[in-house]
């Protein structure tokens, strides 16, 4: 049985530095999740945490080939399901 | 000028795709940089005669979408929709095409002639990116031009595409997405084909599916009854696809991008881990990161304090000779003296700007470049964001401590209004270089070095409490953090420059005026003997509260003009420079702690009138006033108890 295939999805906050996974859904508002989607991650993209700071601050992230910074707000409406 | 020989373009783009870079490479020093009306917004324009045509450059602002959540993107759509320009020049960073391409696809719905320029070319090959320009030019069905623009390769072909496609009618070959979009799209567009619009039919189709503010109110101004029909689609729509029709359509956005970008991109040898990749990974990390910040800062800071003050002290002695020229020359009256004073403001800014600004931009503009800022950014945003702000201001602060007037200006990097004036208000109130040369001069030198630190240490405390205070009066959602993180690359050397003269020329052109007017006013006052009753109509305050000698009054009234000439006329009414025989250490603190946050200097005044308005101006002005009156007092009746 293959159980612990199927994981949680989780806040990109919540993620490790390093881990990636793929976008489940935006837990947010129209704005920030018309924001976020216009920088290219929409539900379905493969996303990477590059890294996270110190106090629970911004995550730098990669998708579609490209590194984005953004803040924890908006970072952690964004539901990963990590791989 | 012949109307035939006239083109008109503007610079359309995300951040950091070296948008800047082009405009400066196309325009060179025929620039001329303003605010957008009604905004803060900065809108650079510049001209280039080319093959006998005169092209209008204008650079519109980073934005990564032409929705209307923030001002730049609702001026940068209005201006395609309105102005009409010849083209719209697309500048794409060819290292993060999908990303970019999101962008180029709601430019050609809006059905402008765009030109693609894939920047970056040479990185984007680096990377291990191979780019197809002929078969992407094929399948958007614009003229795509690869180019390095820091080598200035490919630029002019920019201007000979435009100048050879002048005058044709592009087919506008708008991007088509799903089935079912498609459909509800013409649906609306059928609606909507007998309401007169400034637009094209279709972008307002997809713009009222995507539920955009501004379409929604015009068209329920012109034919009400479409917004039902609107409704009805939206929902079937978001049935089909479970979450809301904005984010469908976004969400096709991504998908046409990707498929594109997929069909364009050959990826060849990559090494696994960049150089950049690695500095990256020192630069923002948890505890190097901080270390590198501090390091990298604190050399920059001292590299500026060390040749300003040595430059600074050159120009003394060049200007002092100066004076007793102009006395000569002039002779001895109350109107030679009262220009005297306007000279003297002059060589007074140009006293700061030389010294402290021009490094520090220099410095700032390097770092920029090379991609480092970003890093500061990332790194300090935490801390930012319990003022109420993001990261990015993370430049005003930097620029701040050299002199609040480049630190208010370059708020416009914020996104809001609100963000913009929260992070203005906090950097008149960090100590700059004039206010370091009080803190140092006086309490570093007779009171110790700790006790100057220590009022730093101060001052960043209140700054802390007042963003704190501020991010919750006023109204408004804090904005987030959204910022592209560039690679580290080499810093173009031309683009610095030109940075940092146009920065430094509009530093001079803000400030002179009301510095000069008020320079000669306050001479005017001391030539006519009122300045003993005005000490003597503020030793209530001077004296009683604050426990200042009354000549303290005067002294702060010259301070406004720059905030040094506290120390210098000190020295000058006095007749010494030993500050020790004059004032107790008590008063030396209390003193320094008034001049640091008492009223922004003139110069700063004049940028927050010309960015905020006089009356938020005047009410920074009051509170600051009032608040160092109050902080002084208290100060000065904490240390009758250490000293």
Redesign the interface.
């Known amino acids: 049985m293959n159980n612990n295939d199927k994981k949680e999805e989780m806040r990109l906050t919540d993620m490790k530095e390093g881990q990636s996974g793929i976008i489940f859904?935006?837990d947010g508002g129209?704005?920030a999740?018309?924001?976020v989607?216009?920088?290219?991650l929409?539900?379905g993209?493969e996303i990477k945490v590059?890294?996270?700071?110190?106090?629970?601050?911004?995550v730098?992230i990669e998708a579609?080939?490209?590194?984005?910074?953004?803040?924890?707000?908006?970072a952690s409406k964004i539901m990963v399901t990590p791989k | 000028m012949n109307e035939e020989k006239k083109i008109s373009i503007v610079l359309a783009g995300q951040g950091n795709t070296g948008k800047s870079t082009i405009f400066n490479y196309l325009t060179g020093l025929h620039q001329h940089i303003a605010n957008w009306p009604g905004t803060t917004i900065e809108k650079r324009e510049g001209t280039l005669f080319y093959n006998g045509y005169m092209v209008d450059v204008l650079d519109l602002p980073g934005i990564y979408s032409l929705t209307t959540f923030s001002e730049e993107e609702a001026i940068s759509r209005e201006h395609i929709i309105n102005q009409r320009p010849d083209f719209v020049v697309n500048i794409v960073d060819s290292t993060n095409l999908e990303r970019n391409l999101i962008f180029t696809l709601q430019l050609l719905e809006l059905e402008c002639p765009v030109i693609l320029v894939l920047n970056m070319i040479d990185l984007a090959k680096k990377k291990g990116l191979i780019i197809d320009a002929q078969k992407l030019q094929n399948i958007l069905n614009i003229p795509v031009i690869p180019a390095i623009a820091l080598q200035g390769s490919g630029l002019t072909d920019i201007i000979d595409k435009a100048i050879e496609l002048k005058g044709t009618r592009p087919d506008y070959n708008t991007p088509i997405y799903g089935k079912e979009i498609e459909n509800r799209i013409s649906q609306i567009s059928e609606s909507i084909k007998d309401i007169d619009l400034p637009y094209p039919k279709r972008w307002v189709a997809i713009k009222l599916l995507e539920k955009d503010n501004e379409i929604t109110k015009i068209v329920s101004q012109k034919k009400p009854e479409v917004l039902e029909q609107v409704m009805q689609l939206c929902r079937e729509l978001e049935e089909i696809h479970g979450h809301d029709s904005s984010i469908v359509i976004a969400d096709e956005r991504c998908h046409v991008a990707a498929q594109i970008t997929r069909e364009v991109t050959k990826i060849g040898s990559r090494k696994q881990t960049t150089s950049s990749d690695r500095l990256d990974a020192v630069t923002t990390n948890k505890f190097t990161g901080y270390l590198i910040m501090i390091i990298i800062l604190g050399g920059m800071f001292l590299t500026v304090f060390k040749f300003g003050n040595w430059l600074s002290a050159q120009l003394d002695m060049l200007f002092k000779d100066w004076q007793t020229s102009w006395y000569e020359f002039a002779g001895d009256s109350s109107l030679s003296s009262l220009l005297w004073s306007a000279i003297e403001s002059i060589l007074a800014l140009v006293q700061i700007a030389l010294p402290y600004i021009f490094p520090f931009y220099i410095l700032l503009y390097i770092l920029e470049d090379w991609g480092y800022i970003a890093r500061i950014s990332f790194l300090m945003d935490s801390l930012m964001h319990k003022m109420g702000i993001h990261g990015k201001a993370c430049i005003p602060f930097i620029l701040g401590f050299g002199c609040n007037v480049p630190g208010c200006l370059s708020c416009r990097i914020m996104e809001s209004k609100r963000e913009r004036f929260i992070t203005a208000v906090l950097v008149t109130l960090i100590p700059c270089s004039a206010v370091s040369v009080i803190i140092f001069g006086l309490v570093g030198k007779y009171v110790g070095i700790l006790w100057a630190f220590g009022l730093y240490l101060l001052a960043l405390i209140i700054i802390f409490i007042t963003g704190k205070i501020s991010s919750k009066l006023l109204i408004g959602e804090p904005v987030e953090l959204i910022m592209p993180m560039p690679d580290y690359k080499t810093p173009h050397f031309k683009t610095i420059i030109l940075q940092t003269w146009f920065s430094l020329k509009e530093f001079i052109f803000i400030a002179a005026p009301l510095v000069i007017i008020s320079g000669v006013v306050i001479q005017a006052i001391n030539l006519a003997g009122w300045m003993p009753y005005i000490a003597s109509f503020l030793s209530p305050i001077t004296v009683q509260w604050l426990g200042l000698p009354s000549i303290t009054g005067i002294l702060l009234i010259f301070g406004v003009l720059r905030k040094e000439l506290i120390l210098v006329m000190l020295a000058a009414f006095m007749g010494t420079a030993n500050f020790a025989d004059i004032l107790s250490a008590q008063q030396m603190i209390t003193l320094s702690v008034v001049s640091m946050f008492y009223i922004p200097c003139v110069a700063t005044i004049s940028v927050l009138w010309k960015e905020f308005g006089w009356k938020k101006a005047l009410a920074i002005c009051i509170l600051e006033i009032l608040f160092a009156i109050l902080l002084g007092g208290i100060v000065n009746r904490l240390l009758d108890i250490v000293f």
């Open positions: 859904e935006i129209r704005t999740t018309k924001r989607a216009d920088l290219g929409t539900p993209t590059v890294r996270k700071t110190l106090f629970s601050g911004p730098q579609n080939g490209s590194k984005l910074v953004l803040g924890k707000g908006l």
